[in-house]
């Protein structure tokens, strides 16, 4: 799994820290009139230069140094250690710079040996989808889906749960109970069996067996721990018990393993005159930098894991004595075991005693197997697991990273192997050298590093591939294989619910389009997404996976907030938000049961509205261009040939978005929320309604009831279009299994197949005409859809650079007001998407339960309805600026 803990190091109290240095996640876009160079700042957003300050944070630790940060697995909470060993915790809302306080430093009497030397979050109990590899099969890649069980152990109430290990030899569980208190379990690592109990190193990672401690002391001795949480009751539930006194206990046992004394950690080479003797001398230079439990690679498609393994990391100074023959050996050395279990082994006496048990057998035992240690000739900076732990980089003191594979610690030099890709680095990925930083840190996927120098600046490392083009030469193999590898690094991303806007920016800034467009052809096929929604149309609103192809897409032919989307960029950007609508609906009517009038919230309420105007006029755009491509073919209606030669030329975003099952499915839900939206109100009693709400409910009702064309109307003119797409299929001689290949022409390549020039022709020589005494063109044709963002027009132009749209709410946000007569005017705070560029005039949590509902359960407490993020109930950032 991806680490998201960051090093801060010794920092002034007034300190401005870069946060998307900490926080690891990025983002390949800048808000503006042009992609703009990505560069690392507050809320993971590239190109800007804002930061946030660490004061508040500070102040809770009484101005101590802060020493380490640490997030939870889902990304939601945040542990902030300073250098006296206290702990505070944060809990992430909306936006990175909007912090909550959970638990407070002022818990923990800080002193030397209470200084955290190593700590771990239990994980969330959840079920990942990952993928194996992709391998080569008959020409096209397969990937291998599996679903990944959480490891535990878990808090039963699914609260947070924190185990630190001090310097003085202490573990302490600091876990979160039902009512948001804190409480904290400390237990003493006393069954070493040696005087020696400062640490200097600890390292802790989750097993099916329970938790793996390994500890390093200052007399370089190396132990290893079994730790074993339990809870009592092991399970909770919020209506079982209510009084504070029944909430979970946890329990601790330890089990102490192994233990390395120092003549058997370091093996070098000492030259000649000690090549009969492998075991350093007592005054060895070589010391300790970095000790890590690395989790067992899950290894195949059923969701075995290996054993896990422990690997040190030994360095020597800088300036090493030179009268220790050490300091001709390497910097660096990295030294490793495997955990294996192995069958204990009884002297034959033993079988000559009695036994009152039969068949009576030794239980295994744990052993470490030292594997073969690996000199550096570079000093090593750190080391990370990459990619779900596919990976291990390791950065050295020249800014270098090495990928190396975690199963034989073989560094990836390109790629060996054209018909099997793991993971980026071993099809060929590489990062650029760049200077040498104090801190390394990673994007989620792995795509991107950044490295944090002694001025605290930051610097920006993408990963960069030649895609089959090397000194003039082009190698399909290469390219196929590097694209693969990009989408099995988003599948993964996708999997486990992690922000790929790291993929979107290599896409970018690497792929030609042409590539790009293979790029999102693979995405599609890989996750899988069957783009034929003809049948099963109930399955778009809950598929996980639709979202994230179509942001995407959307986000590779975006070329700025001020500039048009290219046709292949608009036909997803606009199907998202029909799906936003949609989804608004079926949760509006969810809450809106008989008896509940909370769904009458003001601020529910506005953003139906707003969702309704947007939805309404999006219906009448599309009616409008449909009806001139009418008038526009009707000259070659009756000359097959010229009518297909036209028809290639052309380029409308209404005729893909209508041709397209997918999109013309969320054109239906919206129809059927406008149904009954109108349905609702026009049952409802206004009487009950106050304030800002009546206003809403009376603007909902009258901009329905004053719609150009009726609803009913518009459902009649999508069943025309059902009934043209099938019937061309059904002339084609298309089934169920040949409709997903034009589908996914339409929806990844927007453009219009041959199969479906028939539906073309009866839409518009037949549904349209059919239509035209019940439709009132003439107001369709006199509207204003500027707002809507489609049009290539002048006036869509100029909306586009003189007002925003509050993408959420669907309503146009006022202009900044001015401040005097100096011509300053007071900033509008808002929220704006680093993915779309899109903004929101919400910077704060809902006024109300109702409201809060609805924003949650629609996903937009911290994401964008673009998809760029997940659910924040699974924890992730959001893409907001506020």
């Known amino acids: 799994m991806f680490r998201r803990d960051a090093l801060i190091g010794m920092l002034p109290e007034d300190c401005m820290v870069p946060v998307g240095v900490h926080c690891v996640h990025f983002l390949g876009r800048a808000p503006g009139d042009r992609p703009l160079s990505p560069v690392p700042s507050v809320r993971w957003q590239m190109g800007t230069r804002r930061r946030?300050?660490?004061?508040?944070?500070?102040?809770?630790?009484?101005?101590?140094?802060?020493?380490?940060?640490?997030?939870?697995?889902?990304?939601?909470?945040?542990?902030?250690?300073?250098?006296?060993?206290?702990?505070?915790?944060?809990?992430?809302?909306?936006?990175?710079?909007?912090?909550?306080?959970?638990?407070?430093?002022?818990?923990?009497?800080?002193?030397?040996?209470?200084?955290?030397?190593?700590?771990?979050?239990?994980?969330?109990?959840?079920?990942?989808?990952?993928?194996?590899?992709?391998?080569?099969?008959?020409?096209?890649?397969?990937?291998?889906?599996?679903?990944?069980?959480?490891?535990?152990?878990?808090?039963?109430?699914?609260?947070?749960?924190?185990?630190?290990?001090?310097?003085?030899?202490?573990?302490?569980?600091?876990?979160?109970?039902?009512?948001?208190?804190?409480?904290?379990?400390?237990?003493?690592?006393?069954?070493?069996?040696?005087?020696?109990?400062?640490?200097?190193?600890?390292?802790?990672?989750?097993?099916?067996?329970?938790?793996?401690?390994?500890?390093?002391?200052?007399?370089?001795?190396?132990?290893?721990?079994?730790?074993?949480?339990?809870?009592?009751?092991?399970?909770?539930?919020?209506?079982?018990?209510?009084?504070?006194?029944?909430?979970?206990?946890?329990?601790?046992?330890?089990?102490?393993?192994?233990?390395?004394?120092?003549?058997?950690?370091?093996?070098?080479?000492?030259?000649?005159?000690?090549?009969?003797?492998?075991?350093?001398?007592?005054?060895?230079?070589?010391?300790?930098?970095?000790?890590?439990?690395?989790?067992?690679?899950?290894?195949?498609?059923?969701?075995?894991?290996?054993?896990?393994?422990?690997?040190?990391?030994?360095?020597?100074?800088?300036?090493?004595?030179?009268?220790?023959?050490?300091?001709?050996?390497?910097?660096?050395?990295?030294?490793r075991w495997h955990l294996e279990s192995a069958q204990q082994t009884l002297h034959p006496k033993f079988d000559e005693v009695a036994s009152k048990k039969s068949n009576a057998q030794a239980k295994p035992q744990m052993e470490l197997r030292r594997l073969e240690d690996i000199n550096c000739d570079k000093y090593i900076v750190s080391t990370e697991l990459v990619e779900y732990g596919s990976g291990l980089a390791v950065t050295y003191e020249d800014g270098s990273i090495t990928c190396y594979d975690t199963k034989t610690m073989v560094p990836f030099t390109g790629l060996d192997d054209s018909s099997t890709v793991t993971c980026l680095a071993q099809a060929g990925y590489q990062y650029p050298i760049e200077p040498s930083g104090l801190h390394i840190t990673f994007s989620p996927n792995s795509c991107v590093a950044v490295t944090l120098d002694s001025d605290g600046q930051t610097q920006l490392r993408v990963m960069e591939h030649s895609f089959g083009s090397t000194e003039g030469a082009y190698d399909e193999n290469r390219f196929s294989a590097a694209i693969a590898a990009l989408t099995l690094t988003f599948c993964r991303g996708c999997g486990g619910d992690s922000n790929t806007d790291d993929i979107v920016m290599v896409a970018l800034r690497q792929l030609s389009p042409d590539a790009q467009t293979s790029f999102i052809s693979e995405v599609y096929r890989a996750l899988p997404v069957n783009c034929n929604f003809t049948a099963e149309q109930d399955k778009l609103m809950s598929h996980p996976y639709i979202p994230r192809c179509l942001s995407l897409q959307a986000a590779l032919g975006f070329g700025g907030r001020l500039k048009q989307r290219n046709l292949a960029s608009s036909v997803p950007w606009a199907i998202l938000q029909l799906r936003h609508a949609s989804v608004l609906y079926a949760y509006f009517f969810q809450y809106n049961k008989v008896g509940q009038t909370e769904s009458h919230d003001p601020d529910v309420l506005r953003m139906v509205l707003g969702n309704t105007k947007w939805t309404l006029d999006?219906?009448?755009?599309?009616?409008?261009?449909?009806?001139?491509?009418?008038?526009?073919?009707?000259?070659?209606?009756?000359?097959?040939?010229?009518?297909?030669?036209?028809?290639?030329?052309?380029t409308s975003l209404p005729l893909l978005i209508l041709l397209s099952s997918m999109s013309r499915a969320f054109l239906r839900f919206t129809c059927r929320g406008l149904r009954g939206v109108h349905a609702g109100f026009a049952t409802a009693n206004p009487a009950s309604l106050l304030g800002d709400s009546r206003v809403y409910y009376t603007e909902i009702c009258q901009t329905l009831e004053s719609s150009a064309v009726r609803i009913d109307v518009y459902e009649k003119f999508l069943a025309g279009v059902d009934s043209a797409v099938k019937h061309a299929y059904q002339g084609a001689g298309f089934g169920d299994a040949e409709r997903p290949g034009p589908e996914k022409e339409l929806l990844v390549n927007a453009r219009i197949p041959p199969v479906l020039t028939s539906a073309v022709a009866t839409l518009l020589r037949q549904t349209v005409p059919s239509l035209k005494s019940e439709i009132n063109r003439m107001a369709i044709y006199l509207g204003d859809y500027s707002w809507l963002g489609f049009g290539n027009d002048r006036r869509t132009a100029l909306y586009r650079k003189q007002r925003e749209v509050d993408i959420l709410k669907k309503c146009a946000l006022r202009p900044p007001l001015p401040l005097g007569n100096d011509g300053r005017v007071a900033p509008l705070k808002k929220r704006r998407c680093a993915r779309c560029c899109e903004v929101s005039g919400d910077t704060n949590l809902p006024r109300s339960l109702s409201s809060f509902k609805m924003i949650a359960k629609l996903g937009l407490l911290r994401s964008c309805l673009c998809g760029g993020d997940v659910d924040p109930s699974d924890g992730f950032w959001g893409a907001w600026e506020s």
């Open 52 to 335: 946030v300050p660490l004061t508040p944070v500070m102040e809770a630790h009484n101005g101590n140094q802060l020493a380490h940060l640490l997030w939870n697995e889902t990304g939601s909470d945040l542990a902030v250690v300073d250098c006296s060993g206290r702990i505070s915790i944060y809990s992430i809302s909306i936006a990175l710079n909007s912090i909550t306080g959970l638990r407070q430093a002022a818990f923990d009497s800080g002193d030397d040996g209470s200084q955290v030397v190593g700590m771990m979050w239990l994980n969330s109990q959840r079920f990942i989808h990952s993928f194996h590899q992709a391998a080569k099969v008959n020409g096209r890649w397969a990937y291998s889906p599996f679903r990944r069980r959480p490891i535990g152990p878990f808090h039963p109430a699914n609260k947070g749960a924190l185990l630190c290990v001090t310097r003085a030899g202490q573990m302490k569980l600091i876990y979160q109970n039902p009512d948001s208190k804190w409480a904290e379990l400390p237990i003493e690592l006393k069954s070493t069996g040696y005087s020696d109990r400062l640490l200097t190193h600890a390292s802790m990672t989750a097993t099916q067996a329970g938790i793996l401690l390994a500890t390093y002391s200052a007399c370089q001795k190396m132990c290893l721990y079994r730790v074993h949480i339990t809870w009592n009751p092991p399970q909770w539930e919020p209506t079982q018990a209510k009084q504070p006194g029944q909430y979970p206990v946890p329990s601790i046992r330890l089990i102490h393993c192994k233990v390395d004394m120092p003549s058997n950690i370091l093996n070098v080479n000492h030259g000649l005159d000690h090549s009969d003797n492998s075991l350093p001398f007592s005054n060895t230079v070589y010391s300790l930098t970095r000790l890590e439990i690395m989790p067992g690679l899950v290894d195949s498609p059923a969701g075995s894991s290996a054993n896990p393994w422990i690997l040190a990391i030994f360095s020597k100074p800088l300036h090493a004595p030179h009268e220790y023959p050490e300091q001709l050996g390497p910097s660096s050395v990295i030294v």
């Open 618 to 650: 999006f219906s009448h755009f599309i009616l409008n261009e449909i009806f001139d491509l009418a008038d526009e073919f009707e000259d070659v209606f009756n000359d097959p040939e010229a009518f297909t030669q036209k028809l290639k030329t052309t």
